[in-house]
C-alpha cells in the first residue's frame, strides 16, 4: 500500500512510518508543500529500482538517440495510439 503524508506528519510518525515500510513493504510518500518530495521504500524495492535504472537509462538514450528527430508532440500522439490499441485489444 501506499501512503501519502505531510513531512510534518512523517517526523512525527518516523517510528511507525519505518515499520510500515520495514514489515509490511508499503511505501510512504513524504509530500512537502502538497507535492511529493521523498519516498520511504523497503531495501528490496530499493535495489531493484536501482537495478532496473540502469537498463531503463540505457534505454531512453538509444530511443532519444534513434527517434531524436522526430517532433515531441508526434512522438507523444504515436505512442497514445500504440497504447489505446493495445489496450483495446487491436495490436498485439
Known amino acids: 500500500m501506499i501512503q501519502e503524508v505531510s513531512a510534518v506528519r512523517f517526523r512525527q510518525n518516523l517510528g511507525a512510518m519505518i515499520a510500515r515500510v520495514q514489515y509490511n513493504k ?3 510518500v513524504i509530500n512537502k508543500s502538497g507535492k511529493a518530495a521523498a519516498v520511504l521504500v523497503d ?3 530499493f535495489e531493484r529500482i536501482k537495478r532496473l535504472r540502469g537498463t531503463f537509462d ?7 538517440t534513434a527517434y531524436g528527430d522526430v517532433e515531441e508532440e508526434k512522438g507523444i500522439a ?15
Not at 540505457?58 to 532519444?64: E, I, N, R, S, V
Not at 504515436?78 to 498485439?92: A, H, K, M, W, Y
Open 26 to 28: 508499503d511505501a510512504v
Open 78 to 92: 504515436e505512442i497514445d495510439n500504440v497504447v489505446t490499441s493495445l489496450r483495446d485489444g487491436s495490436v498485439r
Open 58 to 64: 540505457a534505454l531512453t538514450d538509444k530511443l532519444a
Open 43 to 45: 531495501p528490496e524495492l
